[in-house]
């Protein structure tokens, strides 16, 4: 595969697996826990590293090996990996990154199950964990420590929408703590979208679940970074502390979604923006946030830093009560309500009692996660549809 081809052209093709004498066009899926040795000598070889091959699922499998490839040559990274699920990417990345003693300086918005994993989890085995608003280079600088080793963040951040600058924190984390990692989940933008590798990040994130396989039947993870940092996450942090192992069938799903990351995620964004202008002008809806409405505060961050569109995602407020606000979710028809992102049908959810119901009240506030904030993960459909159906609900809001 020629390292100048296309996004396109490497999200189907990088990582083929060759099979003398039978050669198919899909990757045929690799349903085994374990592989054979022809002899004792080649099994102690493998599990010495001095011979290349697979071993045992846990440490490695076609399958898997091939998506990892594939996410290494979209994210510009040197090595990627895949992982049981999103929360099993970020698991198996920090216990490779962090050990008790060290510092974790996060963004505080967060999904809400890396909320509780950073605050309840890590902090049970003796890392501290500083949780501040990355928009705020100031505040950033003020929070880091000696013991600084890892800084987190989401950009688009889930649910809230905020920016980071990730050229800025990346920048501003390695001169003052050159072996700490910057970690950035880039499930909201996926690769097509934005780069962090390229503006100085160290290490990126997904929830695979979401537009990495986009058609809503799988639960993974991956994560992309140096070969370095891949190996020690394979064969440290996912083979001895997670265990947090994909199955062959699932990266090979994940793989077949893969193959048109591009042209889903440019209808994602292309619906979105519509969805977006129509509810910014719609007299029965107070607030939208979408990266790209001139209307966002940091629109001109999302020009910098976003490319192709400014992702699928919506979120929005209605000038109504509590009440009239579940009822406008609950009588719409094409909108699911579901938790979840980047399928090909349109979903809506309150992050405050949903995803997000790890937080405390305080941390809600914090976050600017607001108790009538509602969440749109805008699908495939055609952008007409879900418009006329959002229309009919706003249109019944006194
Ligand atoms: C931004 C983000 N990161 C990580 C995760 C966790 O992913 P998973 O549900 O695949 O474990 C999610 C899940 O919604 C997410 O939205």
């Known amino acids: 595969m020629d390292k100048n081809s296309g996004f396109a052209t490497k999200q189907i093709h ?11 066009l899909a990757t045929p899926i690799f349903q085994t826990s374990t592989f054979e040795f022809a002899t004792t000598a080649e099994g ?31 994210e510009h990274a040197e090595a990627g ?26 963004d505080d918005t967060l999904y809400g199950c890396t909320f509780s994993y950073f605050t309840h989890g890590l902090t049970r085995c003796g890392i501290d964990v500083t949780l501040v608003n990355f928009e705020d280079l100031e505040a950033v600088k003020a929070a880091i ?3 600084t080793k890892a800084f987190y963040f989401e950009t688009p951040t889930n649910p809230s929408l905020k920016l980071i600058d990730i050229e800025a924190i990346s920048k501003l984390a390695h001169e ?22 390229d503006l100085g990040a160290d290490v ?15 639960i993974a993870g991956m994560a992309a970074g140096s070969q370095e940092f891949i190996t020690e996450c394979n064969m440290f942090g996912l083979k001895d502390m997670t265990g947090a192992v994909l199955g062959p069938f699932e990266a090979y799903l994940i793989d077949r979604g893969m193959k048109t990351l591009d042209i889903r995620v440019q209808k994602h964004c292309d619906n979105a923006m519509k969805v977006a202008r129509f509810l910014e002008g719609h007299p029965a809806v107070e607030k939208v946030l979408y990266p790209g409405l001139e209307s966002h505060p940091r ?22 009560s509590r009440e009239e606000s579940a009822a406008f979710v609950n009588d719409l028809k094409l909108c699911t309500i579901a938790v979840s992102l980047g399928d090909a049908e349109t979903l809506i959810e309150h992050p405050a009692t949903m995803t997000h119901s790890t937080y405390t009240p305080e941390a809600l506030a914090q976050a600017g996660i607001g108790e009538s904030m509602l969440r749109l993960s805008i699908g495939l459909e055609d952008a007409e549809d879900i418009i006329a159906d959002l229309k009919e609900g706003l249109d019944r809001i006194k």
């Open 81 to 106: 990996m895949a992982m049981a699920s999103g929360m099993g990417a970020v698991t198996t990345v920090m216990w490779t990154a962090l050990k008790a003693g060290d510092h974790l300086l996060a």
């Open 299 to 320: 629109h001109e961050l999302a020009k910098k830093q976003m490319h192709n569109g400014f992702g699928g995602i919506i979120t929005f407020e209605l000038k109504c």
């Open 14 to 24: 990088v990582g083929k697996i060759e099979i003398p004498g039978i050669s198919p």
């Open 145 to 147: 420590r000696p013991n």
């Open 204 to 218: 990126v994130i997904h929830s695979a679940t979401k537009y990495l396989n986009g058609h809503g039947d799988v």
């Open 176 to 197: 003052s703590c050159p072996d700490a990692k910057v970690i950035v989940d880039n499930t909201f933008s996926t690769p097509y979208i934005q780069t962090p590798i």
């Open 44 to 74: 102690a070889a493998r599990f010495a590293g001095e011979e290349q091959g697979y071993i045992y699922t846990r440490l490695g499998n076609p399958n898997i090996a091939k998506i990892g490839a594939k996410l290494a040559a979209l």
